[in-house]
């Protein structure tokens, strides 16, 4: 879950203001929930097991920057015999996730399915500020399609009447997003390399 201050998401998105604040408290985990799957990763900081395919490459990129420490790194070779490898063994960037072999090691990932595991800590504290923001925004944004598209509808015909409630419940898409907030998501979505 991620913490927003509740009175900087009112200031940035007065709307906000006439829920309760059970109800702004669970929006805003809500929409961080969302903007954390649309992203595809953990944007508070945490300690984080990855499991990735090697590409004989001298480096690898994990998920959840920025990249804090690396705890461990395990290789399975192609006989499934598995070598823990120390952290010292290599350098990485912190805002990419890059972990690079060092120079002076003649190591590599070798190429295997799920062949290299990664324990690391990573992720935000405190969260960035546009980060924040455009959870924020999201949040109202929800608000206000789901008080837009609610919308009762009834039919009578002599005594019988049926009702009908139209409700959004689509899981947010980045399309779906205010185009400002969407910007800002996109800039922390996980990166593809290959």
Same mark, same amino acid.
């Given at each position: 879950?991620?913490? !927003?201050?509740?009175?900087?998401? /009112?200031?940035?998105?007065? %709307?906000?203001?006439?829920?309760?604040?059970?109800?702004?408290v669970a929006v805003l985990n809500a929409a %961080?929930? &969302?903007?954390?799957?649309?992203?595809?990763? +953990? @944007?508070?900081?945490?300690? @984080?097991?990855?499991?990735?395919?090697?590409?004989?490459?001298?480096? !690898? *990129?994990?998920?959840?920057?920025?990249?804090? %420490?690396?705890?461990?790194?395990? !290789?399975?070779?192609?006989?499934?015999? /598995?070598? =823990? $490898? &120390?952290?010292?063994?290599?350098?990485?960037?912190?805002?990419?996730?890059?972990?690079?072999?060092?120079?002076?090691?003649?190591?590599?990932?070798?190429?295997?399915?799920?062949? +290299?595991?990664?324990?690391? =800590?990573?992720?935000?504290?405190?969260?960035? @500020?546009?980060?924040?923001?455009?959870?924020?925004?999201?949040?109202?944004? *929800?608000?206000?399609?789901?008080?837009?598209?609610?919308?009762?509808?009834?039919?009578?015909?002599?005594?019988?009447?049926?009702? $009908?409630?139209?409700?959004?419940?689509?899981?947010?898409?980045?399309?779906m997003w205010p185009p400002m907030a969407r910007?800002?998501?996109g800039s922390f979505m996980e990166r593809i390399?290959?």
């Amino acid at each position: 879950m991620l913490y !927003i201050d509740t009175t900087r998401a /009112v200031q940035i998105a007065p %709307s906000l203001s006439t829920l309760t604040s059970e109800t702004l408290v669970a929006v805003l985990n809500a929409a %961080s929930q &969302a903007a954390e799957r649309l992203c595809d990763r +953990v @944007f508070t900081r945490g300690t @984080f097991v990855e499991t990735q395919d090697g590409y004989y490459s001298r480096s !690898i *990129f994990v998920r959840n920057t920025p990249l804090v %420490s690396i705890t461990t790194i395990k !290789i399975k070779d192609s006989s499934g015999n /598995v070598t =823990v $490898y &120390a952290n010292t063994l290599f350098r990485f960037t912190p805002s990419t996730g890059e972990i690079r072999w060092n120079p002076d090691e003649s190591g590599y990932f070798p190429d295997g399915f799920q062949n +290299v595991e990664v324990t690391y =800590v990573g992720g935000y504290d405190p969260l960035p @500020f546009d980060l924040q923001s455009a959870i924020i925004q999201g949040a109202a944004y *929800f608000v206000e399609m789901e008080r837009t598209t609610r919308q009762a509808v009834q039919e009578r015909l002599g005594d019988y009447m049926i009702r $009908y409630e139209n409700r959004m419940s689509t899981t947010p898409s980045l399309e779906m997003w205010p185009p400002m907030a969407r910007a800002i998501l996109g800039s922390f979505m996980e990166r593809i390399t290959i």
